[in-house]
């Protein structure tokens, strides 16, 4: 056969194998893009979560149909735990997505339920998928942050004051007049193991001082001299409330109340103002230099006075329990604010009550987890926490708190008679076990605040011991702390001396003392 047949055959031959192998490309692209059109991609920005946070929910499809869908219709996602669906904040069982332009998704934000287990959980679409359609979802993890270690039973009495500690006389227990050392006598006397002192207080004496300085000098002092006697020392600061409605520090926010249908500043700073929250961790930063200081404490970590600033926050947070009346849209800010108000005040709607309150209390968190950053993470962090409905009700969760920052939550049991005293009890008995977080039980020097007793400081011991044996439902109290020496030596004491007073509080410290160390079974900070 002539070169040029042969040539040509081979040629024809070739053309015939491209053409076959383009028709089979041109199948398996056309069917690849099929199949990415039909894949739907659902999954969290992250892949594990604290139980303060928002678990952001993310949903990607290319396939226009599905795209119309659920523009038209919307769409919605279930979080599951051990292949059940969860029921979360205000009876939440599924999560509206709405579209994102800026991420070319659908997103949600998931709200932790209050104190979740841990561990995994998955994720599905509340309508399943038409056939040939393909659903690739990726769950994501619940972890508890480990926490710095604290001493075993550890017993603490405070000091809650602005008065100067350089002009300070105090009765000590030897009856005898002694400067601020004499504080320390009495923290002795009463068997505590540490001395807690308020440390930072806005506004300061002069027009725009944030702090009040009078003692900021003398804080090293004082923790040396703790250190000396073989107590341990920690140092507070109050976050939001400020203690003056006049001497308002330039460039903070307030935190708003409505008064008449109307946004009125309260003396609280609000909780998203960025400025306070470096003025707070510079403090902070600055008490964690001082080699001697053992514990970092934080106050008013809450909305102290009103909050309402933060409605349009928590509305865009949580949509689908913010609810509003009819056309406000239309509305200003304010206007929507207002109507927030009236029907969170009367509490008629339990979803909104329930996500409002988790709202608050995952706000506090950022602060918190902003607060460890700066401090960085070696020195233990305190958070004050009010005990209403297990803090619920102040917009505080301990266990939130320990994920966000805290290493242990000083449970501030005051201002509650006898019979909501042990409701109290019960409710954090049913809620929180030692591994959620860690507790310190307190009670309060005042009389009054024990509605006059007749027991007297016999009934601060009672509560003080109940506490401590029954706030976790697996094991006494962490620790125990005393509010406050201020009180103690100059408060409404009744008929009954300082000294009855810390004999009581003595004995609770003692008993405490004498059980059995706590398991540890929290997970703590190895490094």
Known sequence: MPRFL???KFRQGALAFAAVLGVCAAFWIGYGVSQAFGRVRLDTLKESYGRDEFVDVRLRTRDPGLRAQWTAQGVRIRVLREGLPVTGIGGLRELPLRWDSARGAWMGRWPCPWNPPLGRYS??????????????????????RPLNPFPPRLAVVNWESAKSLASLQVRAPDGTLKDWRGLLDWTEYAGADAFWMLGGQTPGSGSGEVWQTRNLKMIPE???????????????????LTVSST????????ALEIEEGRPKPTRAVSLRDERRLKDVAALLKRFAAIKEVDFLG????RNALGGYEL?????????WAFGASAGCERWSPE?????????????????LIDAWQWWRAHRVGRVLRELRR?????????????TWQKGWHHGQDPVMFSDAGADACALMMYEADSAQYAQMIKDWHAYVRSADARLITGDIVDWSLHQRAAAGPGEMRRRLDAAVDGIYADGPAAGIFIHDLDRALNGRLGRWSTRAWLDAARASIRRMKRLPPPSGTWKERTT
């Open 6 to 8: 042969r040539n040509l």
């Open 123 to 144: 994720l599905e679409l509340s309508e399943p998928l038409e056939s040939g359609k393909e659903l690739r979802s990726r769950g994501f993890e619940l972890r508890a």
């Open 222 to 240: 004082v923790a040396r001299e703790c250190h000396r006697r073989g107590l341990k020392f920690g140092v507070w600061v109050m976050y939001s």
């Open 247 to 254: 001497n308002r520090i330039p460039g903070y926010e307030y």
């Open 298 to 301: 934080v106050d008013y970590i």
């Open 311 to 319: 409605a349009e926050e928590f509305r865009a947070d949580m949509p």
């Open 335 to 351: 206007q929507r604010m207002a109507d927030f108000a009236r029907r969170k005040i009367a509490r008629k709607d339990a979803r």
């Open 374 to 386: 700066e401090i960085g993470p070696s020195k233990p962090l305190w958070a004050f926490t009010l």
